[in-house]
């Protein structure tokens, strides 16, 4: 059965600190897709980014940064010289081949940037 | 375009009551699905819809009912609310059927059962 499993229920950084936020993830399936979505204090879900089994390279978006490795089974996250802004919870998810296109999501990872 | 919206944003129900959660979405998607947001476990889903009409058990689908009478609705109903059915919902929405579809949330409704 797929799982994600995100091991830092709660990170505290001060402003201008890189953090990395892990994900690790179980799937029996050779296709599929890897999400992370941020929830900021408001309470809403924000896709940030999809991934393909098929796609390791690693995606850099301005201060975002994703490394996908195959071979530890982790889509791991990194906040490079982070904000305020940036203090939400951060959730990674799993799509497979599963009825229903159903994500499994993992627990979530608390990140708290003080200034 | 207003995405994924979702009705109440909050309600408060006493044990054994009922309820009905709405989401709407304007994007025209296929697939509509209705999670549920505990502390320290992410979100599950409870139940899909794969278009109007039809309709699927999730993960936790047990005290809930859905239905999709028009493809932009979808509704999620407690017949019998129980203090374990406090929690956030979200409703998601997605263009194509397809793995990795990307869901689009809305912006959930916070519900507590007396």
């Known amino acids: 059965a797929q799982k994600v499993t995100q091991a830092q229920t709660e990170i505290s950084v001060v402003e201008k600190e890189d953090v990395t936020l892990d994900c690790v993830y179980e799937?029996?399936?050779?296709?599929?897709?890897l999400f992370w979505y941020k929830q900021p204090p408001s309470g809403e879900l924000v896709f940030l980014i999809r991934r393909n089994s098929f796609d390791e390279q690693n995606e850099i978006s301005g201060r975002y940064s994703w490394n996908f490795q195959k071979s530890t089974s982790s889509f791991n996250f990194t906040i490079t010289a982070s904000q305020v802004v940036d203090s939400a919870v951060y959730f990674c998810a799993l799509s497979d081949n599963n009825a229903g296109n159903m994500l499994t999501f993992g627990g979530g990872t608390r990140l708290m940037v003080k200034p | 375009n207003a995405g994924v919206t979702q009705t109440p944003k909050f309600r408060v129900l006493k044990t054994g009551q009922s309820m009905t959660l709405l989401c709407a979405q304007d994007?025209?998607?296929?697939?509509m699905y209705w999670y549920r947001q505990d502390p320290g476990m992410g979100l599950r889903l409870i139940h899909y819809?794969?278009?109007?009409?039809?309709?699927a058990k999730g993960e936790v689908p047990d005290g809930y009912n859905v239905s999709r009478l028009k493809k932009q609705n979808f509704l999620l109903g407690l017949e019998s609310a129980a203090p374990s059915q406090t929690s956030v919902y979200f409703c998601?929405?997605?263009?194509?059927?397809?793995?990795?579809?990307?869901?689009?949330f809305g912006p959930g409704t916070r519900l507590l059962v007396l």
């Open positions: 799937t029996r399936d050779t296709t599929y897709y």
């Open positions: 994007m025209n998607h296929e697939y």
């Open positions: 819809s794969v278009g109007e009409g039809t309709t």
């Open positions: 998601a929405s997605s263009w194509l059927a397809g793995v990795g579809e990307t869901q689009y």
